[in-house]
């Protein structure tokens, strides 16, 4: 079953790859896929009905051995025709020592065993053992296939048209045609095909299908947009900013896709398991089978004991539990994962996070929202309101970061029939301006002293505004980069994950980090670093041993080396960021740090159930191994240490498809 586990695996992911986001392929692959399992379904039926007959003849007349070897020959080979098939090409492709190969040498030694001297037969249990062996397989499917469809609905974000304007003539062409800086229309409906700057109309766009947030976007003129979104409202012109190749969605899809190919060490170790472990088991059934005869009085008298005991020996040790349920729970982790918006760049990451006892955060655009905002308005002699109405004015066609957040504060709308004249920019200080009949200077405590303004200073950390009215001192507006929403409950929930050590690295001003830390919770941080420092930090924390597994979690633009440097590499708000999808490890499309611990939780439960999954198929074998080998097991015994053992790890395999329900049920 691994042969066509993992061939399954490449072709499903990579059909989407080379077929440039064509939806009808993909239905037709599904179509394909739903057919193959109902004419499964059909042959499982089929052979168990003629089983059933067969063993109804077999005990309600005497036949001779040849005609019951005859009778039960077809169900057998309706239930095992495509693993005797597979056992075959395996043995053309050099390829023997499989699972296929071992049910085959299993169920048709069960066969001939009955025309041995003395020996019972034993075809029932060679069909039965084959149906349950299909019926494992039609499980599999239907687990992995679970697993696939969970990622590749996010095939789905890949547009197949593109609607571009030339000329003022509207044509559709496939997106890998549109050049970079044309026009196109996306009306309510379609998804957004390529990467651009809205350059008319307003809209809503639904994200959830790249960041797992059901919140819709507002979007107008001026603001960047990402391929995938899909349109809700209004009809929008797009300038296009990036090639296909190169756009958001196909860039995730890339992500999700190469994720399979890179295995983790446990998936690894039984790949490797599985190449060394089926020939000694092969070795060790010849030697079972044979040498205890030799050593017996009566060699043809108890030859059929032993290889009827080998051959159980071989149904039971066939590792097709291990082989198949460790891949398909990474698999089913990284689905997990991409249906919450965190994309994991493959199996080995969900190792690493599974490990991560150190968090270390970059400040700004990652806890901080990266961009200046009002904190806190404390007027003199006139109302807040007011205040912060006069300073907005004042700062209208500003283009300084302090301007956008005093405008953001006091939106243009309020402000209606305000006339503001005499605008006067002064270098190092601020801006005055005549705002109706009276003079306003806006800016730092030099402004206030030139204009003989008696200003006094604030206990609040950030950056301080001073307003003045025709010279006299007003009061001030503070500035500052405010936490983002979900930062402390990140700090919060990565603590509940047993990540005790939580540390903020950042560039800001000493104060502004205290600030900062002291709200979010942080007791560690280390302010007023280039980036050179934060790499020299990381790589202080990762030698000096104090954590096992390092992750780093930054906005991917100049966090880049950092990023590369630790163990994970963790990019936030990756939507916008090629350095974030370049250099990161995982990325979290949602401008929330709550993610992070999700990743966690979710690595964490994929290698909890990874490891029950080893610890209960290696303990069952080993236990009816035992038996079969002195005689005290019977082929039921080895059928369910077989394909019953598989599926309790195939079914166990799935629970962490429930991750996400627990973090919807937690959002609610």
């Known amino acids: 079953m691994s042969h066509n586990h993992n061939h399954c695996h490449s072709h499903s992911l990579g059909h989407h790859h080379d077929h440039c986001g064509c939806s009808c392929t993909s239905c037709h692959h599904e179509e394909h896929e739903h057919g193959s399992q109902r004419g499964k379904i059909i042959q499982a039926c089929a052979a168990a009905l003629l089983l059933g007959a067969a063993y109804y003849i077999e005990h309600t007349m005497t036949l001779p051995t040849w005609q019951l070897l005859l009778m039960y020959l077809v169900p057998y080979l309706i239930a095992g025709g495509g693993t005797l098939r597979e056992a075959a090409e395996g043995i053309l492709h050099g390829d023997v020592f499989n699972e296929h190969f071992l049910m085959a040498v299993a169920t048709l030694g069960a066969l001939v065993i009955g025309f041995l001297p003395g020996a019972e037969s034993q075809f029932p249990e060679a069909v039965f053992v084959m149906l349950f062996f299909q019926i494992g397989e039609m499980l599999e499917g239907y687990a992995e296939g679970q697993s696939r469809r969970s990622i590749s609905k996010l095939m789905e974000i890949r547009p197949d048209v593109a609607r571009i304007v030339a000329d003022g003539v509207e044509r559709d062409v496939a997106p890998s045609d549109v050049p970079v800086g044309s026009i196109i229309i996306v009306r309510p409906g379609e998804r957004i095909p390529l990467d651009g700057i809205v350059v008319d109309g307003k809209s809503s766009l639904d994200t959830v299908a790249l960041t797992g947030e059901s919140l819709p976007r507002d979007v107008e003129e001026g603001e960047s947009v990402v391929s995938g979104c899909l349109n809700q409202s209004g009809v929008l012109r797009i300038r296009t900013t990036k090639d296909f190749g190169e756009s958001t969605a196909v860039k995730i899809i890339e992500l999700v896709e190469n994720a399979a190919e890179r295995k983790s060490k446990s998936e690894a170790f039984i790949t490797r398991f599985a190449r060394v472990y089926t020939p000694i088991v092969v070795s060790a059934a010849l030697l079972l089978a044979f040498l205890p005869p030799l050593l017996a009085e009566s060699y043809v008298g108890t030859l059929p004991t032993w290889i009827y005991r080998a051959l159980m020996f071989l149904v039971v040790s066939c590792p097709c539990a291990l082989v198949i349920s460790v891949p398909l729970t ?339």
């Not at 007011?386 to 504060?409: C, M, N």
């Not at 995982?586 to 929330?592: F, K």
């Not at 069952?620 to 309790?648: E, H, N, P, Q, Y």
């Open 330 to 668: 990474f698999f089913g982790g990284i689905g997990a994962a991409s249906r919450q918006g965190i994309l994991i760049k493959g199996s080995n990451y969900i190792d690493l996070l599974s490990k991560v006892d150190t968090v270390v955060f970059d400040k700004t655009g990652t806890l901080t929202y990266g961009r200046f905002s009002v904190t806190a308005v404390h007027p003199d002699n006139v109302d807040a309101q007011h205040l912060l109405h006069l300073a907005a004015h004042v700062e209208h066609f500003s283009t300084h970061p302090i301007g956008a957040a005093l405008r953001e504060a006091f939106p243009e709308e309020a402000s209606d029939g305000c006339h503001v004249t005499d605008v006067e920019e002064i270098a190092g200080q601020g801006v005055r301006a005549r705002v109706g009949d009276i003079m306003v200077c806006v800016g730092n405590a030099k402004m206030m002293e030139t204009v003989g303004a008696k200003w006094h200073d604030c206990s609040h950390v950030g950056t301080i505004v001073h307003v003045a009215i025709d010279g006299i001192y007003a009061g001030h507006i503070v500035c500052g980069d405010m936490p983002r929403d979900g930062s402390e409950d990140a700090i919060a929930a990565l603590r509940e994950e047993g990540v005790a050590n939580v540390v903020m690295l950042t560039g800001d001003k000493r104060e502004v980090a205290a600030s900062v830390a002291q709200q979010l919770g942080i007791t560690k941080y280390h302010a007023e670093l280039l980036p050179a420092d934060k790499v020299e930090h990381v790589e202080r924390m990762i030698e000096n041993g104090n954590s096992h597994c390092l992750a780093f979690v930054g906005d991917g633009i100049n966090d880049a080396p950092v990023l590369a440097r630790a163990d994970v590499g963790v990019a936030m708000g990756g939507l916008g960021s090629d350095a974030a999808i370049e250099a990161a490890d995982v990325v979290l499309m949602e401008d929330n740090p709550v993610k992070l611990a999700h990743a966690v939780s979710i690595s964490r439960r994929t290698l909890r159930i990874a490891r029950e999954n080893i610890v209960f198929a290696i303990g069952v074998k080993l236990a009816v191994l035992f038996l079969a080998a002195w005689g005290l097991a019977a082929m039921w015994m080895a059928v369910f240490a077989d394909v019953g053992v598989m599926l309790i790890c195939i079914f166990n395999a799935l629970r962490v498809q429930g991750i996400n329900s627990i973090f919807q049920n937690q959002r609610r």
